[in-house]
Every structure is written in structure tokens, then in C-alpha cells.
């Protein structure tokens, strides 16, 4: 009969096989997946009868008849902390090249087994509800979209119903019996599949932890922190499309203005709390920098603890940091609006790669992510401040010319719009190159428009004979 160990092992290596397995293959290892259960379970009673038979010969009542039992202790779940303990026993385990084990954290106890044996009896390994709390904490805490997303929950047939039109007027009062001409809206129904989100970690012979507290923190956080980040670009992307996500007349380009800001708020059309989504640098450097006409500061540092994402509110609306947002990027809108689903709990599971040795600790998820109502968002991508700069004065003689020079300008790709203050003594064309035509002067003005705002520079330029 095999052990525990190597019935887990088959069940990991049948996870991976089914990813890519025929029909005809599929029907094979559902057999033998039952088959390995079985084995586990038989493997559970014989563990449990041994424990029996090890109490009745320590209380020296072998092979009499036992005492009814009044009261049977409960047994160890996946809520256990003897189950956690266990658990990541399993998981820290390294095959030699010979096919011995070696368990980093060493052996379990009689408590752990035997919370293991009976957790895991009829399934594959379920992750311990409090590295499962850990997890999902540290996803959300790393993915703001996510943690704000409404989540369904549905193991399949996730679809959204996208708000298109409405056809119709506002509801209105009618005589009794009168049809009622009510609002009516024109959805259309999206069906989302999930894509896969896999994160894997290695151990080799070298690593090692001090403690099992130690290995439980780096499994959590590197196989949390990368699905965080997936989910979390999942769900840009799909704000990014059209068809799942932001309306195309809901994304604009604008400069850190006032005038931008309220712009971008007047295009949601969404009742309930807005939420600006930002990098920090885009936060402090971007957003901190505009004020109102009074000269005021239109974002205000929070101090609230609650929702450490927080970091502070631009016209009552929350601004939370995303780091997985590029520079001069924000989302702002109604998050409840955003809908997501997790159609498989997050299951981890272990392998060890008979070539190289290493074992492979890996972290699957299934999950997709899409726009209830298409204007409830704005994408804004912010520019920074333009800038143009001339030389003060230059000359030229009559029929010469002259390339005015650039001082600054920024954005580099801006269109420049060059005039001649007195086109009598000087012209200037599209490339800035002035020609004189009269002793005299003429003041050359180069202007350029980012993002809704004008800025303009001049320069005297004297025509000499």
C-alpha cells in the first residue's frame, strides 16, 4: 500500500495532467483519482484503528471488550491549527536523488497526522482556512480594483449585463388601468470563461526556515503577492476594452487641471461613491499638484487608518494607490459597477521534478473580471504641464532667414503653431524658420495645446538691411 505522500503526489501530478488531457483520458484518471481516494481513506481508518488499539494497550484494556463512548472528541479540520501545522509540514518537503524525503520542518506529530489523514480523506489537500485568510488578505491588500470589484462567486455561467441604451422615457404617473410608459434599458448579456491565473515557487536543498510561522509567511507571500498582481492586471485590461469594459468616449487625455478633473467627474454616469485609482507617483506628483481657482489644493491627505490603500479624497471621492497602474494613469468611477468572479477557490498543491529535484509549490485560480455599466468608469491619462520657451530677441537680415531655436518643449512630439506679429517685415513658416522682409522688427509667437490647455512663448526678432 502506498503512503500518504506518494497518494498526494499522484493526486498534484493528476492536477497538472488534466489541464491538457482528452476526453478518453479524463474518464481514465477520474477512475484512478477514486481509486486514490479510496486508498487515502482506507489509509485514514487503519491510522484511526491504530490510534485506538495504541490507547486500549497504553490503559492496559487490550482485547477486552472497550467502554462505550458517551462523548467523541471532534475531530481536527482544515480550521485546525494540528491541520495548518501538517499542511505546510507537507508542503516544505524535499526529494533526494536516491527518492527519500527529507521534511524541512520536520515530521509531523500524531495530532497533525492524524488531522491530516482525516481533512484530506476524501479530497485532494484543501488549503488551511488561515493561510486561505492569508492569502486573500494580501490580494486584496495589493489589488484595490479587486478588493472594491462586486464578486459573484459563480463556479461557471459568469456573464454581465452590459447597460447600453435606454429606450425610453423616466417612469411616469398613469390612470388606473393605463399601461405605464416605464424607463426601459437595453442590456447586452457578455458571457465570461476565466482565464487562468498560475503562480509557482521553488524549494531546493538550501532553503531552509526557522520556524514553521517562517516557511507559512514566504508561501503566503510569494504565491499571494504574484496572483494579486495578475488579478489585478486582469481586470485593467478588461477595463481597457471597449466591449468589457470603459466606453471608448469614456477614455481622454487631459493636463493636471482643475477644469480636467471635474470634466472627468461630469462623465460618469453612476450613482454612488467615487474612487480615483492611481501609482503613488502619479498620486503625489500628478494629482497633489492641482488646485482650484482659489488657489486650494483639490487633494487631501487622509488620515483615516481603516483602508490603508487609502491616501486621501479629491472632491469627497476616495483615492486609493494601485500600484500595478502606469505613470500618469487614473481610473476614477463607481466600483460597484465593477464585476468580478472567482470561479475556483485557490488551490495550491506540490510536485517535486524528478530531474532537477526541486519541489514545485503551485498556485492556481480562475478568474475573470468586466463592466456592468460602461460609462460608470473614466480612464484619464494625464500630461504633464506644457511647456514652450523661445530666445527673447534675434535678428536677421532682409531675405534671410533664420531657424528660431527651441529653448524647451514639452511634450517633445507637440505641434507648434507659429504667427508674425508684423508679417510686413517678417514671416514665419510652419517650422518655425522666419524670413526678412524689411528693416524693422516683428515679435514671432510659437504656441502649442496639451491636453485642453495653451501655452505660448514670443520672440523679437530685428530684420537689419
Known sequence: MRTIHEIEERLSAIAAELESATAEQITALDAEVNALNEERAAIAAA??????????????????????????????????????????????????????????????????????????????????????????????????????????GMVQGFSIPRHTAITQGDAAATSEGVANDDETDTFNLLTLTGVEIKKHVKITRKMQWQSIEAFESWLVEEIGKRIAVAKETRILSQLNDTDYGIASGSKISRAYTDAAVRGALSMINEIGTKVWYANANTIYNGLASIKDNNGRPLFLESTVTDDPLVRGRIYGGLVKEDPNIPDNVVYVGVPRSLLANDFETLFIGRSTDMTSFVTTIGGYSLFDAGLENPTAFVKITFTPDPVIALPATASVAVDGTLQLPLIALQPADATITWTSGTVAKATVDANGVVTGKASGSSVITASITVGGTTVSDTCTVTVTS
Open 47 to 152: 491510522e484511526t484503528k491504530r490510534a485506538e488499539l495504541r490507547s486500549m494497550v497504553a490503559a492496559g484494556t487490550a482485547g477486552t471488550k472497550p467502554t462505550p463512548v458517551v462523548e467523541q472528541k471532534a475531530q481536527k479540520g482544515a480550521d485546525s491549527d494540528e491541520y495548518r501545522r501538517a499542511w505546510l509540514k507537507s508542503m516544505a518537503t524535499f526529494r533526494a536523488q536516491d527518492g527519500s524525503e527529507t521534511h524541512l520542518l520536520g515530521d509531523m506529530t500524531a495530532e497533525e497526522r492524524a488531522a491530516f489523514t482525516f481533512t484530506t480523506a476524501n479530497t485532494t489537500s484543501v488549503v488551511p482556512v488561515n493561510v486561505m485568510n492569508r492569502i486573500v488578505e494580501l490580494v486584496q491588500s495589493r489589488a484595490p480594483l479587486y478588493d472594491d470589484a462586486t464578486k459573484s
